[in-house]
């Protein structure tokens, strides 16, 4: 990524660059092999004998040599320096036993304190945990805090229970893996960064994100996971320089139209709603998201609801009425239900068109039956999904089935979503799944259920220009290349170019062109596409080395 300078698409920087010989991902010319962006704007797109005709030593001519230009995605979920501190803290998503777990805290350099990320027990032969002791003395007496690789709990040492006072906290049992309220304030204490080093976790995350292909990102910030000031450096990123684009959220539950509007004007910048992880309940793994039937593998446990239905109604119905977006993170089918009930309420309230209006959004939804997704559709709901949940989690003898059973092969009900007209978009809610759209999208292609499974096109447009419409952007061209639109895109070098459907019965990968729709990447060939460069609004945010080559 380019050091900070210029803001996105400043006219003095203005220059005019020929994209030809590539394939151009436009719904103005399935067929378009060229483009031309003027500055921040998408000027043209056509044949390569047009290029041709047009090029002049004016522009800056880049030869595609075969790869694919598109328009860059929006990752709908993400947390900027949750991602930066995996990226530089212990990454645990390798580890297959409590020992090896110790062994890489013991090798953990430094006296600050030891943060790590993903692991899940789930994966081992031997699912214990280590104690509180030997995290301790793995950690030779430092503050230890390792995220599972849901975040909704972690493993602590005996030197952080202290730090962060846990003793006696909701959520803490007295050995190493906590919980609820204990797990937030052990998260809280242990990510007390200084200034500089937030700001260089975020800057890595931005980075990560860019050379995937990324022009923008949805921060879902909460008081429960980082301060004001962590949201308030992420949205600074959007004028210090070439990056992706933050999309900021904030949630923090609201009693009133007034508490809401006090709420927006106290954080010191705009953010889109009052939305993200503000949780109803919590995961799976950590068995905290609230469910109707008890676990599978936990008899008597049913998870938690962190907010009532009173409580929810009230943020729905304040948020409904200052016209902003309002959501929560929504996990299991009881959450769920409180979720659409809290609808229900705040509905009676201030009325179903003021709530359809305003654009509600509620993150992950994964247990969802017929309906609940019909009602998402009366209010109008976006869902924000993860397909790299179901990647990681779901199929035969996977986290999900050994946590719900039967109940697993109904979870993420993509298509069910589409065809109820529910709007969805996608996103990975990094760290807890890479930031890696085009196995995202594989994971829409090959979901665990057939009867779930979406087009390639359908989860392409659910990785960009869903992404834009969920935050209610005003521009309609966001997301695409067409003449006039913001130049925010991708190049990718690909093995193949096709047109996919998400249809077992028939042949899944097709190169007919009659069918006049644009070419994506083929994802049956075990690889994915490798980003060349990424751009936002015109302004170069990563580059390959060989693009220029």
Known sequence: MNQPGAPAGNPVNRKVTLYRNGSIYTAADPFATAMVVDGDTVAWVGSEQAATSIADSTMEVIDLRGALLAPGFVDSHAHLTETGIALAGLQLSGVRSAKELLDAVAAAP?????????????????????????LERAGRGRQVYLSRIDVHSALVSQALVA????TGTDGFAGHAHVVRAAHTAARLTARQVSEPDRRSYQAEALREAAANGYVALAEMSAPHICTVDDLRMAVSW??????????????????????AQSIL????????????????????????????DDYSDAAGERGNLYLAVDEA????????????QAGFHIIGDAGLDAALEALDVAAAEVGEQR???????????????????DKLAKYSITVSVQPGFDAAWAGPGGLYEQRLGDRSKTMNPFASF?????????????PVTPLRPWSSIRACLEHSNPEQRISARAAFLGHTRA??????????????????????FAVWEVEELMVQVADSRVQSWSTDPRARTPLLPALDTGTDPVCLQTVREGQELFAHEILRA
């Not at 430094?110 to 002791?133: I, K, S």
């Not at 730090?163 to 846990?166: C, E």
């Not at 709530?355 to 993150?363: L, V």
């Open 163 to 166: 730090a962060a006072g846990l």
């Open 110 to 134: 430094g006296d600050g304190v030891v943060l790590g990320h993903g692991w899940d027990e789930t994966g081992w032969a031997d699912p214990e945990l280590p104690t509180l002791e030997q």
């Open 313 to 324: 109604a009230k943020h729905l119905a304040a948020c409904s009425l200052l016209g902003v």
């Open 418 to 430: 589409y065809a109820s007209g529910v709007p969805i978009t996608f996103g990975s809610d990094s």
């Open 467 to 488: 992404g834009w419409r969920a935050t209610r952007n005003r521009n309609p061209l966001m997301g695409q290349l067409v003449p006039g639109a913001p130049a925010s």
């Open 238 to 259: 959007n004028t210090a320089g070439a990056s992706p684009e933050v999309l900021p959220y904030w949630g923090e539950l609201a009693s009133s139209a007034d508490h």
């Open 265 to 292: 004007d106290g954080l010191g910048v705009r953010v889109l709603g009052l939305a993200g992880d503000l949780n109803m309940d919590g995961s799976i793994g950590s068995r905290t998201a609230a469910l109707r």
């Open 355 to 373: 709530i359809r209006a305003a654009g509600h959004r509620f993150e992950h939804v994964e247990v969802a039956d017929q309906v609940s997704v």
